[in-house]
């Protein structure tokens, strides 16, 4: 227990004497993971809708070897940057790149070579999560709206990708919790996020354990913080539960205006409720009779 309190005093120690510092720390890794899984996102959208481009038998032999040269080099694209530490794609570029090129390609500051990491290695990823949502929407959505005359381009956009963008929705919000915790690795730059801090308090005053300490504390509530926020999208998008359904179809037997309570079956209801229910549809179905009658 003794051990406890004296790790409380050296975490409120060094966050009185440092705590300004450890703040800055906190909003740069959320500025970098934010801006990174935005643009990675709308990488991600791009080669996903790329690689499933239909191709028929009446496409031209151009358009469809350009189109297999465009994805094999997306499949390139994807598996380097899955497959390699994002600690090593920093280093890459940001020391690769003028190494390669006798210097004339240099990078001043950090920001852009560490959001340039970050989208990139995120945009691999979300590549293959947005190809698995519109995989996943239910290919008679994409045929009715090919029936209807909508082209491959308003299909996708009034469509497809609405849904593949909910369904992927918890990818999403993955990817970003990811970022949070991985751009600690931005240090090998010299870029100065949370992780970053640490480094340095520790460099200063010798106290690893009760920074790390500090450091688990605010990056598990980074991420708690980033799933709650998620979690409200997610709900916000789905809409309400309780929904008004318009009959107007011919062929349906009472036409008129419903309220549907998802929350709510009828074995949820008690007798009142329930005998109203039925008395009102039977209303309905007399009503839509004697119209037909007359």
Not at 51 to 69: A, E, F, G, H
Not at 134 to 147: H, K, L
Not at 244 to 267: C, F, I, R
Request: hydrophobic fraction near 45%; charge should be neutral; aromatic fraction near 10%.
């Amino acid at each position: 227990m003794e051990q406890f309190v004296k790790l409380g005093s050296d975490m409120a120690s060094l966050w009185s004497k440092y705590g300004g510092t450890y703040m800055g720390g906190i909003w740069r890794t959320l500025i970098l993971a934010s801006v990174g899984t935005a643009i990675g996102c709308l990488i991600g959208f791009l080669c996903g809708i790329v690689q499933t481009i239909p191709v028929s038998r009446n496409d031209s032999v151009v358009k469809k070897v350009l189109l297999k040269i465009v994805q094999v080099i997306l499949r390139i694209y994807v598996e380097v940057f899955r497959g390699t530490p994002m600690i090593l794609q920093a280093v890459f570029i940001f020391y690769g790149l003028p190494y390669f090129t006798n210097n004339s390609i240099q990078f001043e500051g950090k920001w852009l070579v560490s959001i340039l990491v970050v989208s990139i290695n995120t945009g691999a990823y979300m590549t293959e999560s947005m190809r698995g949502g519109i995989i996943s929407v239910d290919p008679g959505q994409t045929e009715g709206a090919m029936a209807i005359g909508m082209t491959h381009f308003q299909t996708m956009t009034s469509v497809v990708l609405p849904q593949a963008i909910r369904n992927i929705m918890p990818q999403i919000g993955n990817n970003f919790i990811i970022n949070v915790k991985d751009t600690s690795v931005m240090f090998i730059i010299g870029f100065t996020d949370f992780f970053a801090v640490h480094k340095s308090v520790v460099g200063a005053t010798f106290t690893y354990f009760p920074s790390a300490a500090i450091e688990m504390i605010g990056y598990l509530t980074m991420t708690l913080l980033a799933s709650w926020l998620l979690r409200l999208l997610e709900k916000r998008m789905d809409g309400k539960s309780d929904y008004e359904l318009v009959a107007v179809d011919q062929l349906t037997l009472p036409a008129g205006v419903y309220h549907v309570d998802a929350k709510k079956s009828e074995k949820d209801m008690n007798p009142d409720e329930r005998a109203a229910l039925q008395k009102d549809a039977q209303s309905r179905i007399e009503d839509r009779s004697g119209k037909e009658a007359c």
